[in-house]
């Protein structure tokens, strides 16, 4: 006797897919629901707790990890389309022996935090933004006149602007660009 149930589980689609991501350096093979966005996963998965859930609606950008060495939102990311790439999160980004990243130090040295919730955004996302302005992308500040492709020089305003998808509900901001300034110079 057939009843929904059972139909229901034949036609139900298939809502897991094996995922692999390679986070930091090593590979992670996970079963994924399709709902799931990187963040959790990275989260409650894999115990890389550096990420940030701050508004879960990529408004903060505390969240922000490097996929394939673009810095992106993790919280609209769904980990099931990530198969196969390359995610750095701030825990990756010591070297050997914990040697801190130099934009590490800087923030640091800077004192370019108070709670440190929107940190390790805010480090992956000047990481982001440093090697986009290298590799010649314009942000709403550049120069026109500066020729297409070529390296963006990052002063003020273009740290800024380019870190202002990252909010620091403390204020820091002063000194998160003058870190930036110290890695860049
Ligand atoms: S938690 Fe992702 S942008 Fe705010
Ligand atoms: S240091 Fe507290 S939110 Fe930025």
Same mark, same amino acid.
């Given at each position: 006797m057939g009843s929904h149930e059972d139909r229901d589980d034949e036609t139900a689609? *298939?809502?897991f897919s094996d995922t692999t991501l390679r986070v930091n350096g090593k590979p992670h093979t996970l079963s994924v629901d399709h709902r799931r966005v990187l963040l959790d996963v990275l989260r %409650?998965?894999? @115990?890389?707790? =550096?990420?940030k859930k701050g *508004?879960?609606? #990529?408004? *903060? =950008? !505390?969240c922000t990890v490097l996929v394939d060495g673009r810095r992106l939102n993790?919280?609209?990311?769904? !980990?099931?389309?990530? @198969? =196969?790439c390359e995610v750095t999160t701030? %825990? =990756?980004? !010591? #070297? @050997? #022996?914990?040697?801190?990243?130099p934009l590490q130090r800087a923030f640091l040295d800077r004192d370019?935090?108070?709670? #440190?919730?929107?940190t390790p955004g805010q480090i992956c996302s000047a990481l982001g933004a440093v090697a986009e302005a290298a590799a010649g992308h314009p942000s709403h500040v550049t120069d026109p006149a500066v020729p297409s492709g070529e390296p963006v020089r990052l002063d003020r305003a273009e740290i800024r602007e380019r870190l202002s998808g990252n909010l620091c509900r403390c204020g820091a901001y002063p000194r998160i660009v003058e870190a930036v300034e110290d890695v860049i110079r």
């Open positions: 689609p *298939c809502r %409650e998965d894999l @115990d890389l707790w =550096g990420a *508004c879960d609606h #990529g408004q *903060c =950008g !505390a993790s919280c609209l990311l769904l !980990a099931v389309a990530l @198969d =196969g701030v %825990e =990756g980004l !010591a #070297g @050997d #022996g914990e040697e801190l990243h370019a935090f108070q709670c #440190g919730y929107c």
